[in-house]
Structures are given as structure tokens and as C-alpha cells.
């Protein structure tokens, strides 16, 4: 619910259990008051403290820099006072960057404002709040923009600039957008945010907000595998089932930046957003716009776990739109760890035969399959099969494929080109670049210029060439290489916008493809993506021991339905390590559910267990899909002497909505000897529910009070890296 206080100029925007207030001061500034645990409607302006030195107000002339840099304001700009970072800025043709914005109107209404060219949330039970700020001198306009959706502790936050065709000045460039600007009006916080690198994406760090500015960002590109869009303020005594905490996140793939800033007053600015510092964007009054990314702010008043669970229902029911969002999805076996580039037509038939035989329904063609691809050196552009290894072209295979009953998936890396193709050879000017500068390669590729509409054409005609001469029913869209040479501010954008028109584009001429997108691994694992792609593949590296701490990252913020996730051999391609074959696939069933080996040259015990663990995942897939996490443990936790019987497991449960099935899972990172059993208390259960459950081959019944608060013994599960599944369902 959206309310306007008229007498207060205050807006109340109320969730079910949270509210954020603003309010209009001075007739002109628009000013942050409240964000936290829902109050009813009322007068609470006294929070913005205009009495309290130093916020003088800005009646009194002699003091409004003070006022400016000291003031809360909902979206700051620069060079008036306000010497934190501004949320907007400009650049006239003059040169001149001055520009403030002011209050004009405002308006409540269902539904909300839908970008023609952005991903973003949609759906039913929308209400919507929109601040009209204005320049005059420069006849711009700015529309704030602030959705929530029924019964979701989120608010969607964006805004819109435009300028008024009348006016007579010519243009101007907007130098910074952000999606969304928070002054909160202290800063006992600490920052939970997600680093890492290739094989090692999405490491969780939580530390306290000092002075100064604590900023995370991408200028690669792309979302990235250094740093997540995301990261959420709690409060040093926050849990995982207690206490604030407030969640921040992008529905962008792009650069960004995402920050808190501890002022000299001891407030924190939260600020996330498009990335300024290779920003720009020319406005004109015929018509220019620019629009920013949607920002999600997310609220929970217990702990990490429940502002998790807000952004999984919200990207499930409000971001995802692919109608694999609530299906079951099939199996998949892809071949590139089973043989990366080295393969034949005999081999995948091999390959295939074995896994339909052992439940699998889907096989994903990865890499190498096209041109003339022996190695990442060639042939990217070059969409069409290599006839050396697929003689006849993909027929051969998908009839193999038909005949066993399997669906076919085929991997395309569309943004990119090998110098070492005939598309280069004939489109050189397509890439990104910077006149008569170097043309820096990596992984010997260019990227493709997605911004221009042409080149995005020549792309797509040569993927629908392939997916109407095949029955491919998934793809996997990769991109393994970040922006170099960008020819100008701004131009990371567009490449974004390009990338999207063309994702659209496909998902809906192919409104059934199961689409999968990838970036070397995890490096586009964003909620923009999600508005294209129910599932994400999230790294490189499948070791399970690895994969608990990239998955409990990415689940932060990001629905487990969506984390690609699959099982591999052992030792572990990207680091060497053993680790039970059972255990592999309880940690990727904690995702989207694969394989990715050749299932020709496992061990018999190995391969025994595929149709067990396909019956599993397909029994507990709904869960996983619509059904809520409570992570019980922390693969982050430091081991060891300080912290015996604290750390070294991990553990979740999902739990119906009915909460009538659940299932559990545990992982004993390190054993230890002579130790007792560990107990785990269960959440989200019912609990007057009775529960049973087998265990051993031994049945068991307790209430959801007793799994609850008395918990769950764990024995030593005799080895490192061992594992337990357990299966809920109410009696
Ligand atoms: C990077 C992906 O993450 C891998 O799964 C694989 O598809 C390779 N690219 C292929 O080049």
C-alpha cells in the first residue's frame, strides 16, 4: 500500500512487514526519512532532523551548503552543496554540470511503467509510486519511479529523464544515472558482498561499513566474475534468522557500481546503478529519453535468509518470464568436460546411448561443434556444423537423439568472433573497437558490436538458420571475453541494450526454448539475465566442495532454480580434488540439476547411482523450484580449533509452500574423529506438522516443532566431503 500524507508532503510506501517513507522539504527537496520494519501510516517526518544542527534548513540562505551536504535526498545530485556522491549528473553543451532537480508532482496508481528495452518486473498486484523532478533552466525532467508488488517485502526502484521538447537549449548529456540512492541515518552496518574470479565466483564477504566509500563494480562489460550485482547492509548482530537486513540488487548485466558511503555525520548513502565512470548519454529534445536499469531494495526484518527467500519469489514470480519458470526441466547431460573440443559424431552417439540408457533426457552439444573449432583459436562467427566431425551436418545426431528419446541442446557464443573465421574475414569492421587503435584479444576473440542493429541481424539469421533446421529445444549462450577498446562513454550500454534486443528477439520467435545463459563460467550471473533465462550456468568449477560456496553466494540473492549446476568427475577438472560421487549430485541438485562427463568411462559404482539420483532430483525439483530455502549452515565459516563444532558443514532444507514436503540436505566438509553427532535445527517447517522420514532404511515421524527446535542428529559421516539427503513429507 502507497500512501500520501498530505500534511506531512510525506510518501509511504508499506510491504507487509516493511515501510520506506519520503517526503518533500521545503516544497522542493525530495528527502529519504525511513526504510526499515513496517510502521502504520503516519507523520514521521520528524526523522529527517531539520531541526537538529547541522541540518539547517535551507530557509536560512546563510546556511543551505551545509544543509545540502548533510540533507537525506532520495536522488542526489552534484555541485550544489552536496559533496557526497550524487546519484545524477549532466553536462550541458556549455560544459556546465550544475542541475538541480526539484520536486513538481507526483502520482499513485496500479501497475507499473514496463521498459520497452530493458529487462524488468512485471506481473499482477503491482502499485506504483512516481516523483516528478524537474529543472527548469534546462527543461529536463526526471520520473522516479517505486513498485511494489503484493505481499513481497521489495521495492522496485528506477528512474526516467526526459527532456521538455519545447525548451530552447539543444542538449545535454547525462554523465550519471544511478537506479536507486538510499541516505540512512546511521551506520552501525556491516557489508555482505560477493568477490571472485573465474572457477571461483561469488565468494561471500560480510564486513563493517567504515568512513569513506566501500564500492563494488564492473567497468568489464559485463556483471562479472570479480563482483556481483548485489549486496546487502545488516546490522553487526544480523543472523541468517535475525535481525535487519537490506538487500540491494540490479536487473542488469552491464557495468555497475554499487556502494555505501559513511558521511561525516555517520549516515550511510546506498547507492546502485549503471556504472558512471564510462557513462554518458547524449539527451535531445526530439524525443531522447534514457531510462535506468530497475534497482531492487529488498527488506527483512529476519535475517539474511528471509531477504533471500523475498528475491527468490520476486525473480521467480515477477522477473523470470520463460515457461520453464514453473516446469519441470529436463536432465541434461553436456559434453564439455566429457570432451571438450575432441569429439566425433561415434563418440556423441556413444556418449548419448549411455546416458538415455541411464535416465538423462537432454544432451547439450557444447563448444567445438561449428567452423572449424579444434581449439578456442577459430571459428566463432562461423555458425554452421564442421562436417570433419559431424558429417552431414547435426541430422545424424538428433535423429540418434529422437530415436533414444533424448531432447538436443546446442551452445552458441553469439557476441563473439574469431579472427580466424569467414565472418570476420567478411564483416572486419563488425567488432568492437576504437579506430586505429590496438584490438586487444582474449581468449583469441573479438567481441561482436552488438549496439549496431546490423550486426546483431547477421548474428541472428545465422542462429535461426541452425534452430529451424533442427529440433533444439535448449540453448546455452555463452560469452567468454570482456570489452576492451570501447570506442566511447556510453558505449557499454548500448553493446547491453543490443545484447538484450537480441535475447529478446529469440525467446520470443522460440517462446518454448529452454534458454541457458553462461559467461566463461559465471561472469553474467545477474537478474538481468533472469528476464531472459530461467537458468544461469554459475561457474566453471564443479568440484562439490568448491560449488557449496559459489551456490551459497549465489543463492544470496539469486533463486536455486536458476544456478546451473552439474555433476563432473573426479578429480575435479578445475582443482584436482576427490569427492564422492554422491555428494557431487546433492550439491547439484541444489541448482538446476546435470551431468557433465562421459558417462562411457565412469565406474560402474558410479553410473549405478545416475538413475537413483535422476528419481531423486525429479522428486524434489518442485521444491527447489517454488519452494522456500533456509540455509542451515555456512561453507564461509572459518574451521578449525576456534570454531570446533561452529563450521566445516554445510547445510539447507526446502520446504513446500504448503509445507507439506521438504527435503534436507547435509555435507560434512571435514570429518572429525571422535567427535558427537552434530545437531542441526531445521527451518520453515510447520510446526504442528508430523514429518516422516526414512533414514538408513529405518522410518522416522517427528513434529515440525521437534525437527525444529530439538534439530536433527547428524553421525560422523566417516570421510570428508560425505553427504546425507533427507525427504520430508507431513503425515
Ligand atoms: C565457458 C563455459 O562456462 C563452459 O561451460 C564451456 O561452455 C566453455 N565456455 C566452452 O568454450
Not at 548419448?352 to 557444447?366: H, M, Q, W
Not at 527447489?624 to 549452515?633: E, K, M, S, V
Request: net charge negative; charged share 25%.
Amino acid at each position: 500500500m502507497i500512501t500520501y500524507l498530505e500534511d506531512a508532503r510525506q510518501f509511504q510506501i508499506n510491504t507487509p512487514h516493511s515501510t520506506y517513507a519520503l517526503a518533500v522539504v521545503d516544497g522542493k527537496y525530495l528527502c529519504h526519512v525511513y526504510y526499515g520494519k513496517r510502521l502504520e501510516p503516519q507523520n514521521l517526518t520528524d526523522l529527517l532532523r531539520l531541526d537538529h544542527p547541522p541540518f539547517v534548513p535551507s530557509k536560512n540562505e546563510r546556511e543551505t551548503a551545509s544543509f545540502m551536504d548533510c540533507a537525506p535526498f532520495e536522488y542526489p545530485v552534484g555541485n550544489t552543496g552536496d559533496y557526497r556522491e550524487a546519484a545524477f549528473g549532466i553536462e550541458t553543451a556549455e560544459g556546465y554540470s550544475v542541475c538541480a532537480l526539484c520536486y513538481v508532482s507526483h502520482r499513485i496508481y496500479n501497475g507499473k511503467y514496463n521498459s520497452r528495452i530493458l529487462p524488468h518486473t512485471w506481473g499482477n498486484g503491482a502499485e506504483t509510486l512516481e516523483i516528478t523532478l524537474e529543472n527548469v533552466q534546462l527543461g529536463l525532467t526526471a520520473i522516479l519511479s517505486y513498485t511494489i508488488f503484493e505481499g513481497l517485502d521489495a521495492i522496485i526502484r528506477s528512474a526516467r529523464f526526459e527532456l521538455n521538447a519545447d525548451h530552447p537549449a539543444k542538449n545535454l548529456t547525462v554523465t550519471r544515472a544511478l537506479s536507486a540512492s538510499l541516505d540512512m541515518d546511521d551506520s552501525r552496518f556491516e557489508m555482505i558482498s560477493l568477490y571472485g574470479s573465474w572457477a571461483r565466483e561469488r565468494q561471500a564477504e560480510r564486513l563493517p561499513v567504515r568512513h569513506g566509500k566501500q564500492r563494488i563494480d564492473s567497468l568489464r562489460g559485463e556483471s562479472s566474475h570479480q563482483y556481483s550485482p548485489f549486496f546487502a547492509l545488516v546490522r553487526p548482530e544480523t543472523t541468517e534468522d535475525s535481525g535487519d537486513a537490506y538487500g540491494f540488487t540490479l536487473i542488469y548485466s552491464g557495468n555497475f557500481l554499487a556502494q555505501a558511503e559513511v558521511t561525516q555525520f555517520c549516515q550511510t548513502r546506498v547507492q546502485i546503478g549503471v556504472h558512471p565512470d564510462d557513462f554518458a548519454w547524449l539527451l535531445d529534445y526530439e524525443g531522447g529519453t534514457f531510462e535506468t536499469p530497475e534497482a531492487v531494495l529488498v527488506y527483512s526484518e529476519n535475517g539474511i535468509g528471509e531477504m533471500s527467500r523475498t528475491f527468490h519469489r520476486l525473480f521467480s514470480d515477477h522477473l523470470i518470464r520463460s515457461k520453464w519458470r514453473y516446469c519441470d526441466r529436463p536432465v541434461l547431460l553436456n559434453n564439455w568436460e566429457a570432451t571438450y573440443f575432441d569429439f566425433t559424431l561415434d563418440r556423441l552417439k556413444e556418449i548419448a546411448d549411455e546416458a538415455a540408457a541411464l535416465g538423462i533426457e537432454l544432451f547439450v552439444l557444447d563448444d567445438g561443434w561449428f567452423g572449424h573449432r579444434d581449439s578456442d583459436n577459430s571459428s566463432l562467427g562461423d555458425w554452421f556444423p564442421d562436417q570433419r566431425k559431424l558429417p552431414g551436418g547435426l541430422k545424424p545426431l538428433t535423429d540418434r537423439l529422437s530415436a533414444l528419446g533424448m531432447q538436443f541442446g546446442l551452445w552458441f557464443e553469439p557476441e563473439m568472433v574469431s579472427p580466424d573465421s569467414d565472418f570476420y574475414r567478411a564483416h572486419p569492421d563488425f567488432i568492437v573497437e576504437t579506430p586505429e587503435r590496438c584490438r586487444t584479444q582474449s581468449r583469441a576473440q573479438y567481441v561482436l558490436n552488438m549496439a549496431r542493429g546490423d550486426v546483431q541481424r547477421a548474428v541472428y539469421d545465422q542462429i535461426k538458420a541452425i534452430l529451424d533446421s533442427a529440433p533444439i529445444s535448449y540453448i546455452k549462450w555463452d560469452m567468454n571475453r570482456q570489452l576492451t577498446e570501447v570506442p566511447c562513454k556510453g558505449f557499454a550500454h548500448r553493446y547491453m541494450l543490443g545484447v538484450y534486443s537480441l535475447m529478446e528477439r529469440l525467446v520470443s520467435e522460440y517462446p518454448d526454448l529452454l534458454l541457458e545463459t553462461c559467461s566463461g563460467g559465471g561472469a553474467r550471473f545477474d537478474a538481468g539475465m533472469l528476464y531472459y533465462s530461467p537458468q544461469i550456468w554459475a561457474s566453471d568449477n564443479t568440484d562439490a566442495k568448491e560449488r557449496l560456496r559459489i551456490q551459497y553466494g549465489a543463492s544470496l540473492f539469486m533463486p536455486p532454480s536458476a544456478i546451473g549446476a552439474h555433476v563432473s568427475v573426479c578429480p575435479n577438472h578445475a582443482l584436482g580434488r576427490n569427492t564422492p560421487f554422491e555428494t557431487r549430485a546433492n550439491v547439484a541438485m541444489n541448482g538446476t540439476f546435470g551431468y557433465e562427463l562421459d558417462v562411457t568411462r565412469l565406474p560402474d559404482a558410479e553410473k549405478a547411482q545416475i538413475p537413483e539420483q535422476i528419481r531423486r532430483y525429479k522428486e524434489i525439483a518442485p521444491l527447489i523450484r517454488d519452494g522456500a530455502l533456509w540455509r542451515l549452515g555456512d561453507p564461509f565459516a572459518p574451521s578449525g580449533f576456534a570454531a570446533q563444532m561452529q563450521a566445516d558443514y554445510d547445510a539447507w532444507i526446502y520446504v513446500a509452500s504448503d509445507k507439506k514436503t521438504a527435503v534436507f540436505t547435509y555435507v560434512q566438509i571435514t570429518a572429525e574423529a571422535n567427535m558427537k553427532p552434530r545437531r542441526i535445527m531445521l527451518r520453515g517447517l510447520s510446526p504442528e506438522t508430523q514429518y516422516a522420514f526414512t533414514r538408513n532404511g529405518k522410518a522416522y515421524c517427528y513434529s515440525g516443532a521437534y525437527l525444529m527446535q530439538c534439530g536433527i542428529l547428524i553421525e560422523n559421516l566417516w570421510g570428508d566431503m560425505k553427504s546425507e539427503q533427507i525427504m520430508f513429507r507431513a503425515v
